[in-house]
């Protein structure tokens, strides 16, 4: 049973351009999920996807946006890269009518901005 | 705002010792609460989840405790072992999202 697979798992970019990161949810998985974390810190929420629509969003700017398709696998944009955007980015996958079900993630972008 | 807090932020510990983590949260509003560990640089992988309507769960040598009223739950990790060496982060989840204190380093001697 396949987890849920990000891609890519490093990535360098400069400052001001723009990322998109992708991820594919655990099998059964109808729900995405996108967090950032700094380096020494806990992840923070981004936003959650279901249905295709974005259902919460946390605090980051509209400079983040996703997408999700209809065979529930996601993508995350950043537009006008800063330097503190860099970090790795994790994808969450989980069931919508099933939330205490708990939670799979990815193994993560590392995304680095010079 | 759901804060989470975790104590202590690092630990080392000779093998064989057992492992207590502490995590504490401000809003009992909870669905579950997951432990999670994390190897550097890498994601995060579940050890255990625990329904707000339960007051612990088990996987081997792991244990966790949860009392939603004071907002705490504990991992215990008994007769630790170099591999077990992470970082151990707690997680509260409510309808959308998790919640995530800033994780406890573990370090395990050989």
């Known amino acids: 049973d396949a987890g849920v697979t990000q891609s890519p798992t490093h990535l360098i970019k400069t400052r001001g351009q723009q990322v998109t990161l992708r991820c594919s949810p655990k099998s059964g998985h109808d729900t995405v999920s996108w967090y950032q974390q700094a380096l020494g810190q806990g992840p923070q929420f981004i936003f959650q996807?279901?249905?295709?629509?974005?259902?919460q969003r946390g605090n980051f700017p509209d400079r983040f946006s996703g997408h999700q398709f209809p065979n529930y696998s996601s993508e995350l944009n950043v537009n006008a890269l800063l330097l503190g955007d860099s970090a790795l980015y994790l994808c969450?996958?989980?069931?919508?009518?099933?939330?205490?079900?708990?939670?799979?993630f990815g193994s993560g972008t590392r995304l680095t901005v010079v | 705002k759901q804060e989470v807090t975790q104590i202590p932020a690092a630990l080392s510990v000779p093998e064989g010792e057992n492992l207590v983590l502490n995590c504490s949260f401000t809003?009992?509003?909870?669905?579950?609460l997951q432990w999670f560990r994390q190897d550097p640089g890498k994601g995060l992988t579940s050890l255990l989840l625990i329904q707000s309507s339960q007051r612990e769960q088990t996987s081997g040598r792991l244990n966790a405790s949860l009392d939603k009223s004071s907002g705490r739950s504990t991992l215990y990790i008994a007769a630790s072992q170099p591999g077990d060496s992470a970082t151990y982060l707690c997680a509260v989840g409510n309808d959308y999202k998790l919640s995530f204190g800033a994780g406890t380093t573990v370090t395990v001697r050989a």
């Open positions: 996807y279901y249905e295709e629509e974005e259902r």
């Open positions: 809003d009992s509003a909870i669905y579950n």
């Open positions: 969450a996958s989980s069931l919508w009518y099933r939330n205490s079900y708990g939670y799979t």
